[in-house]
């Protein structure tokens, strides 16, 4: 039997059955690596800078998911390292209760491997995304190797992404690219732009500012070369 037909057996026990609240704690085991967490905390940063002014989605790292037909903490969970779910109140989630969240999966999930978790995400992990969760876009990403890789699901099944010339990734749920960037998974525009964190970009506008005063010292410098008095004008 496979994973779906088992979830649809189960779906269909009594409804008598008392399901205890759906506000249950994450239950995911500590990151494997300092770069498990810094590239969990990257995506985050950027995707709630880029949508800062939206409230419609909900983007978490290394957090429990839970998703049994009988509404049971103990059976049929999974804890992605970074996922998006669109179409859903932007809060803070002790884990994420499929049965409490109208039925909503992730539309977006990524696996960050590691040698210990590399055949599962490749293996189980991707198969209960592509015929439970019914995730439309699924990626992993390797921070030491770098290796890199994309799915969109068509037709109930999961087809490779092709890479754009940049060797970008794109995520038709997110409306982003993904590509390696200085050894990090990172978002980019639909025109190829990096998006940045909230640092890059106070650092981009300080920048500017610096330059723009800059330009208006050379300016005034080039006016009294010419006997012109700048603070006169």
């Known amino acids: 039997m496979t994973i779906a037909q088992e979830l649809e057996s189960q779906a269909d026990i009594s409804q008598d059955v008392i399901f205890p609240p759906g506000d249950l704690y994450s239950d995911e085991p500590p990151l494997e690596t300092e770069?498990?967490?810094r590239q969990i905390i990257l995506l985050l940063q950027c995707i709630e800078w880029l949508w800062r002014d939206r409230n419609d989605f909900y983007a978490v790292g290394n957090l429990t998911i839970y998703y049994s037909p009988r509404q049971k903490k103990s059976e049929y969970f999974r804890g992605p390292d970074f996922f998006v779910?669109?179409?859903t109140e932007r809060k803070t989630r002790k884990s994420w209760v499929v049965w409490e969240e109208e039925g909503k999966y992730p539309n977006f999930i990524l696996e960050i491997l590691s040698d210990s978790t590399t055949k599962t995400d490749k293996g189980?992990?991707?198969?209960?995304y592509q015929d439970t969760f019914r995730t439309p876009d699924y990626f992993?990403?390797?921070?030491?190797?770098?290796e890199f890789a994309g799915f969109h699901l068509v037709d109930g099944e999961y087809h490779p992404l092709q890479a754009n010339a940049q060797g970008y990734l794109w995520s038709h749920q997110l409306g982003l690219y993904l590509g390696v960037?200085?050894?990090l998974l990172r978002f980019f525009t639909q025109d190829g732009e990096l998006v940045p964190t909230p640092e890059e970009t106070?650092?981009?506008?300080?920048?500017?500012?610096?330059?723009a005063q800059q330009q208006v010292a050379r300016l005034a410098?080039?006016?009294?070369?010419?006997?012109?008095d700048p603070d006169a004008i």
């Open 35 to 37: 770069l498990h967490l």
């Open 85 to 87: 779910v669109l179409g």
């Open 124 to 128: 189980l992990k991707k198969e209960i």
């Open 140 to 146: 992993w990403f390797d921070p030491f190797t770098l």
């Open 181 to 183: 960037y200085d050894g």
């Open 202 to 211: 106070a650092e981009q506008a300080q920048q500017q500012a610096e330059q």
């Open 221 to 228: 410098a080039k006016l009294r070369e010419l006997n012109i």
